[in-house]
């Protein structure tokens, strides 16, 4: 009943307030439009709390420690939640910023004509005994056995499985190659010691992509694009990533390479010329080198997260399985392959751990969870009657910028002040943050609009915050 009344009223003061607001458009009453049930706020989400810090280190128990901010930031706000030691459950914001990643990711991998496949996470004992990893992968491979007896493990990653695959297409042709085949799926690896929360976890997700050539030279070209399309990505993410050259480890081939994003609590060091542009996984070097192999310029050592892997294997793994082209001369011949990761739950957590702050996480722009967090005037406050004009601005930004639907989140917890759910936004790392404070009482009214990652804040009416929004990109 209570509510009832508090809306009839909020309808006379909208009635009112549509009334000054209208312009030269067509005019709307906003009491019985269909989408304004379809707010999105943030009282009615499985939302995420704001923990103190002891309340998070409950949270991991005594199985794990905070060991970076990225860790601490994300279990604080409720992105991640822990389930088992290096297993998360990821949460609802995780998962809109995963998904974003993951367009992005498959916008740059179409470019390069790659194409999507989705291969099992449970993969046959047969086919890694058949490339020996079955033996040489030891207890990072997670094993199991089905009620037959046959032994599977959760795959940690697919050169065998795709190139099994490849292997079954009985008449591919050299017109048809190069093939670039990739999935974005849930990788597993027994790790010893999982820590920093999703930068070094058990269960992840992986972009892994595998390319098949018709020659070396082929091969070699497809390599280059697929680094190429690597260094797009992290540019559009805004993260400053070196590629540097690589040791092959368990995965085998010729050539190989990182992409290392520099950080304090990165588990790899490498070496960097600043002169020539060298640089090189320190594994890679000889035993306390401190000259540029290319140069003999002074290398400078530096810690990164690896992001992403590239390796080229050449017919390491064609030949095992026997996957064949036919080439112009009608012959079958062994496809030149390369293989292509990134992880994509560490891109995540990597980004958060080198943009944010102490206290406050920063997200790259495309990767936010929601845009835009319209913050309404407490209740009961002077400025309380503004809080149907931010309803009327969420409205007039759905109308004007349909891109940003499912962008805009509404702070409706109006039993808070305006600066408590202000904290709260700058800790979530909304890219934008609108407030209705004392200035929207104005004719006409004017709203407070903060640019988090510059810092800017700019008083703008409703026609200004749309033109100012209509910038914000959203994959
Ligand atoms: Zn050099």
């Known amino acids: 009943m209570k509510g009832l009344l508090s809306r009839c009223r909020a309808l006379s003061v909208l009635a009112i307030c549509s009334h000054q607001l209208s312009g030269s458009g067509p005019h709307r009453f906003y009491?019985?439009?269909?989408?304004?049930?379809?707010r999105l706020v943030l009282s009615r989400m499985f939302q995420p709390q704001n923990l103190r810090e002891d309340q998070v280190l409950s949270l991991e128990g005594t199985s794990g420690d905070l060991t970076c901010k990225s860790q601490r930031l994300m279990l604080q706000v409720g992105l991640i939640h822990p389930a088992s030691p290096g297993c998360y459950h990821l949460l609802p914001y995780t998962v809109r910023a995963m998904e974003k990643l993951e367009r992005v990711i498959d916008q740059e991998?179409?470019?390069?004509?790659?194409?999507?496949?989705n291969m099992p996470s449970l993969s046959p004992g047969e086919l890694w005994r058949a490339t020996n990893r079955w033996d040489l992968m030891g207890k990072e491979l997670l094993r199991l056995r089905d009620r037959h007896g046959k032994e599977y493990c959760l795959g940690p990653t697919h050169e065998e499985a795709v190139t099994a695959l490849v292997a079954s297409q009985k008449t591919v042709s050299y017109k048809q190659l190069p093939f670039l085949l990739y999935q974005v799926t849930r990788k597993f690896r027994d790790e010893p010691r999982p820590r920093f929360g999703l930068l070094r976890g058990r269960e992840f997700y992986m972009k892994d992509m595998y390319s098949f050539d018709s020659s070396p030279e082929a091969a070699q070209h497809t390599y280059g694009l697929v680094c190429e399309a690597y260094g797009s990505l992290f540019r559009r993410l805004g993260l400053r990533c070196i590629r540097v050259r690589a040791d092959v480890g368990s995965i085998g081939g010729t050539a190989s390479h990182e992409f290392q994003l520099p950080a304090d609590i990165g588990e790899d060091r490498f070496a960097v010329c600043s002169g020539c542009g060298f640089s090189a996984n320190t594994e890679t070097l000889r035993w306390l080198?401190?000259?540029?192999?290319?140069c003999r310029g002074p290398l400078t050592e530096a810690r990164g997260i690896e992001v992403g892997h590239t390796f080229y294997l050449g017919t390491k793994y064609s030949s095992i399985f026997n996957a064949q082209f036919i080439d112009a001369q009608g012959k079958p011949c062994l496809a030149e392959m390369?293989?292509?990761?990134?992880?994509?739950?560490?891109?995540?957590?990597?980004?958060?751990?080198?943009?944010?702050?102490?206290?406050?996480?920063?997200?790259?722009?495309?990767?936010?969870?929601?845009?835009v967090c319209l913050i309404p005037p407490k209740k009961g406050s002077k400025e309380e009657v503004a809080a149907e004009l931010m309803d009327h601005l969420?409205?007039?930004?759905?109308?004007?910028?349909?891109?940003?639907?499912?962008?805009?989140?509404?702070?409706?917890?109006?039993?808070?002040?305006?600066?408590?759910r202000l904290k709260d936004a700058n800790k979530f790392g909304y890219p934008f943050v609108i407030i209705a404070g004392k200035r929207a009482l104005e004719d006409p009214a004017h709203f407070e609009v903060w640019s988090q990652n510059t810092g800017e804040v700019v008083f703008l009416t409703r026609e200004g915050v749309t033109e100012f929004l209509s910038q914000v990109q959203v994959v």
């Open 109 to 117: 991998m179409r470019a390069i004509g790659g194409q999507k496949v």
């Open 338 to 371: 390369g293989c292509y990761g990134l992880g994509v739950t560490r891109i995540l957590a990597a980004a958060i751990e080198v943009l944010s702050t102490e206290d406050c996480i920063r997200w790259p722009g495309l990767l936010a969870p929601y845009q």
């Open 394 to 420: 969420y409205d007039f930004i759905m109308e004007a910028l349909p891109q940003l639907r499912g962008e805009v989140l509404l702070d409706d917890r109006t039993h808070r002040t305006i600066g408590n």
């Open 31 to 38: 009491h019985c439009d269909p989408e304004r049930g379809k």
């Open 289 to 294: 080198q401190t000259d540029c192999p290319a």
